[in-house]
């Protein structure tokens, strides 16, 4: 107990001293029970200060300071009177002390004379006026002093407010400062006059949402059908052509024709397997001029299903019915009208990918027929002898250098049947198929697709007196697409055209075609293609050579209906006497399309 009031009696005068040294002069002499100590200047001599230890104890008195002793007579705490008094008068200020510094801090000091009258009260004990002394800021004489001892340091001062000795607001606050904390300013704490005022007129959203739905690539696109696992999108052209040459032949007149043309793209929607479908009807009717009527339809078919293992299939099937053109190699003489040609086509193969390399082996087959031809004087003409069918497989290694090029190489093999034996001049004109190619795939997705090869063909009839059709053959299929809204495309083929003439075997045709499709608005589709075939005979010194020109436009007047036109020119010239022929024809119609 003892051990504790010192310390506190001892860290009171440390604080006293850095304050004020007449404070701490005051403490000492309490302390010491002697006069005040010498003075040099008005400032208090340190080594009179500290020549004797005022708290040193002998260590062989376990009393410490006895009434005897040199000093303040101490009272039952161990401590003099005068210094018990003014701790007595610290320790009820800091009780009585609010809990919050800032509350104190903030209200308004009360004037020194109240302070002193109060001291001045009916109670004027010692400790009374001690303390009512030291609340008010004023000296408090030591009554357990000597008397005679009035030197102003023998007043007990206590510290002034904004002191290093006040309630630790000091290091907060100058020494000029009394107290009072300085508030935030009125504007601060009005959240109403710091916040933005909102609008009052808020923009409505939409009803359709506030994200706008993004525009089509094409508006004017079909949206097709669902149905059956395929997305079908059926369209209907038709109008008139007027023609220079109704049925493209040397004699050919002129003609308006009604033409109409059903057509039927399908695709599937399956996740794992592609299927598309293509076809069309079409028919020409001649309502002036020379007498045509001439029917066709076309179907095209494709198939690819993964496997698994690294093995895809593919699959195509195909058909196709038109009327025999007079400029036809085939072409009965003394004949009229056009007789209908009808061809199958069928493939399957399979494609194993190991690493880069590439395997292929596909199976096709292809089966021709051709209608009964009428006669000028009357009757029918059989040509049974002129079907075939064609059977052969084809074999492709390939390497992929990147997944964009992929060069191959492929060799086919196969033979051609003739339903006769022999036709009726009595040839054996069923032959024997081979070919070689050598070529490259394209993918770079929809800029550019597709595949071109080159290479040698070659069928030899079963008779020994028809020379074999053989020569250089191309294939080409690829499409490109420039920029968006840009469609060109290349295609081109070798084909074997048989015939029934005594002595021939037949003719290698070549055939090509470029095509650009341009979206010109985003309701103006225009289309420009040429075209050219070259046909050698076999046996005899004899070519055609021919080339056509179309250009078209199609303007929708909405996502449904549309208005289309095409003009046309075609020719074709031979060495070989009366298959010279041109025609021009203008088509103007509406398309309907879902």
Same mark, same amino acid.
Not at 263 to 283: K, V
Not at 493 to 515: K, M, N, P, Q
């Given at each position: 107990?003892?051990?504790?009031?010192?310390?506190?009696?001892?860290?009171?005068?440390?604080?006293?001293?850095?304050?004020?040294?007449q404070?701490?002069?005051?403490?000492?002499?309490?302390?010491?029970?002697?006069?005040?100590?010498?003075?040099?200047?008005?400032?208090?001599?340190?080594?009179?200060?500290?020549?004797?230890?005022?708290?040193?104890?002998?260590?062989d008195?376990?009393?410490?300071?006895?009434?005897?002793?040199?000093?303040?007579?101490?009272?039952?705490?161990?401590?003099?009177?005068?210094?018990?008094?003014?701790?007595?008068?610290? @320790?009820?200020?800091?009780?009585?002390?609010?809990?919050?510094?800032?509350?104190?801090?903030?209200?308004?000091?009360?004037?020194?004379?109240?302070?002193?009258s109060?001291?001045?009260?009916?109670?004027?004990?010692?400790?009374?006026?001690?303390?009512?002394?030291?609340?008010?800021?004023?000296?408090?004489?030591?009554?357990?002093?000597?008397?005679?001892?009035?030197?102003?340091?023998?007043?007990?001062?206590?510290?002034?407010?904004?002191?290093?000795?006040?309630?630790?607001l000091?290091?907060?606050?100058?020494?000029?400062?009394?107290?009072?904390?300085?508030?935030?300013?009125?504007?601060?704490?009005?959240?109403?006059?710091n916040?933005?005022?909102?609008?009052?007129?808020?923009?409505?959203?939409?009803?359709?949402?506030?994200?706008?739905?993004?525009?089509?690539?094409?508006?004017?696109?079909?949206?097709?059908? %669902?149905?059956?696992?395929?997305?079908?999108?059926?369209?209907?052209?038709?109008?008139?052509?007027?023609?220079?040459?109704?049925?493209s @032949?040397?004699?050919?007149?002129?003609?308006i024709?009604?033409?109409?043309?059903?057509?039927?793209?399908?695709?599937?929607?399956?996740?794992?397997?592609?299927?598309?479908?293509q076809?069309?009807?079409?028919? %020409?009717?001649?309502?002036a001029?020379?007498?045509?009527?001439?029917?066709?339809?076309?179907?095209?078919?494709?198939l690819e299903?993964?496997?698994?293992?690294?093995?895809?299939?593919?699959?195509?099937?195909?058909?196709?019915?038109?009327?025999? @053109?007079?400029? @036809?190699?085939?072409?009965?003489?003394?004949?009229?009208?056009?007789?209908?040609?009808?061809?199958?086509?069928?493939?399957?193969?399979?494609?194993?990918?190991?690493?880069?390399?590439?395997?292929?082996?596909t199976?096709?087959?292809?089966?021709?027929?051709?209608?009964?031809?009428?006669?000028?004087?009357?009757g029918?003409?059989?040509?049974?002898?002129?079907?075939?069918?064609?059977?052969?497989?084809?074999?492709?290694?390939g390497?992929?250098?990147?997944?964009?090029l992929?060069?191959?190489?492929?060799?086919?093999?196969?033979? %051609?049947?003739?339903?006769?034996?022999a036709?009726?001049?009595g040839?054996?004109?069923?032959?024997?198929?081979?070919?070689?190619?050598?070529?490259?795939?394209?993918?770079?997705?929809?800029?550019? %697709?597709?595949?071109?090869?080159?290479?040698?063909?070659?069928?030899?009839?079963?008779?020994?007196?028809?020379?074999?059709?053989?020569?250089?053959?191309?294939?080409?299929?690829?499409?490109?697409?420039?920029?968006?809204?840009?469609?060109?495309?290349?295609?081109?083929?070798?084909?074997?055209?048989?015939?029934?003439?005594?002595?021939?075997?037949?003719?290698?045709?070549?055939s090509?075609?470029?095509?650009?499709?341009?979206?010109?608005?985003?309701?103006?589709?225009?289309?420009?293609?040429?075209?050219?075939?070259?046909?050698?005979?076999?046996?005899?010194?004899?070519?055609?050579?021919?080339?056509?020109?179309?250009?078209?436009?199609?303007?929708?007047?909405?996502?449904?209906?549309?208005?289309?036109?095409?003009?046309?020119?075609?020719?074709?010239?031979?060495?070989?006497?009366?298959?010279?022929?041109?025609?021009?024809?203008?088509?103007?119609?509406?398309?309907?399309?879902?």
């Amino acid at each position: 107990m003892h051990g504790t009031r010192l310390a506190a009696m001892l860290a009171v005068a440390c604080a006293g001293l850095a304050a004020s040294p007449q404070m701490a002069e005051a403490q000492m002499l309490a302390l010491r029970g002697t006069e005040s100590p010498n003075r040099t200047n008005n400032r208090l001599s340190g080594a009179s200060l500290l020549e004797k230890d005022p708290m040193a104890t002998r260590f062989d008195d376990a009393t410490g300071f006895g009434e005897t002793d040199t000093g303040t007579p101490q009272d039952a705490g161990g401590a003099p009177p005068a210094l018990r008094t003014t701790l007595d008068a610290i @320790s009820t200020s800091a009780d009585d002390a609010e809990p919050d510094p800032f509350a104190t801090a903030n209200r308004t000091s009360a004037p020194a004379d109240a302070a002193g009258s109060t001291s001045e009260g009916p109670d004027n004990s010692p400790d009374t006026a001690s303390q009512g002394a030291a609340a008010a800021g004023t000296p408090v004489p030591d009554t357990n002093a000597a008397e005679g001892d009035t030197d102003s340091g023998d007043l007990t001062t206590p510290p002034k407010a904004g002191t290093a000795s006040s309630t630790g607001l000091a290091g907060q606050e100058d020494a000029g400062t009394t107290g009072t904390i300085p508030l935030r300013s009125i504007n601060q704490n009005d959240q109403d006059r710091n916040s933005r005022e909102e609008k009052a007129n808020r923009r409505a959203e939409a009803i359709e949402g506030v994200v706008k739905p993004k525009p089509e690539d094409d508006p004017y696109a079909p949206l097709g059908i %669902r149905g059956g696992g395929f997305i079908l999108r059926p369209s209907l052209e038709t109008g008139l052509t007027a023609t220079t040459n109704a049925n493209s @032949s040397a004699g050919g007149g002129n003609a308006i024709l009604s033409q109409s043309t059903l057509r039927l793209n399908a695709t599937s929607d399956w996740s794992d397997q592609t299927a598309t479908i293509q076809a069309y009807g079409s028919w %020409r009717k001649s309502i002036a001029g020379a007498d045509i009527s001439e029917p066709s339809a076309g179907l095209e078919a494709s198939l690819e299903a993964p496997l698994g293992n690294d093995f895809v299939a593919r699959g195509t099937l195909g058909y196709s019915l038109i009327p025999e @053109s007079p400029s @036809s190699p085939g072409f009965l003489a003394g004949t009229v009208g056009e007789p209908l040609t009808q061809t199958i086509t069928g493939s399957l193969g399979v494609e194993k990918r190991a690493g880069k390399l590439r395997l292929g082996l596909t199976g096709n087959v292809e089966r021709a027929t051709y209608g009964d031809a009428d006669l000028v004087g009357g009757g029918t003409v059989s040509q049974h002898d002129r079907d075939s069918t064609l059977v052969s497989a084809t074999l492709r290694t390939g390497y992929e250098i990147s997944p964009a090029l992929i060069p191959f190489v492929e060799a086919e093999i196969g033979r %051609r049947y003739y339903d006769l034996e022999a036709d009726s001049a009595g040839y054996r004109r069923s032959a024997n198929r081979i070919g070689l190619r050598a070529g490259v795939e394209l993918d770079l997705g929809e800029k550019l %697709r597709g595949e071109l090869s080159a290479g040698y063909l070659r069928e030899k009839a079963d008779d020994p007196r028809l020379p074999a059709i053989a020569g250089p053959s191309i294939a080409t299929a690829l499409n490109w697409s420039p920029v968006r809204g840009t469609t060109v495309a290349l295609n081109g083929s070798t084909t074997v055209e048989g015939t029934t003439d005594a002595g021939e075997s037949g003719s290698l045709l070549y055939s090509t075609s470029l095509s650009i499709e341009r979206q010109m608005r985003a309701n103006l589709t225009g289309m420009a293609s040429i075209g050219g075939f070259y046909r050698d005979y076999i046996g005899i010194n004899g070519h055609d050579i021919g080339w056509d020109a179309t250009l078209g436009a199609t303007y929708w007047l909405n996502r449904y209906f549309g208005v289309t036109g095409r003009l046309r020119h075609e020719q074709m010239v031979s060495n070989l006497p009366d298959r010279d022929y041109k025609a021009e024809s203008v088509f103007l119609g509406v398309k309907v399309q879902r």
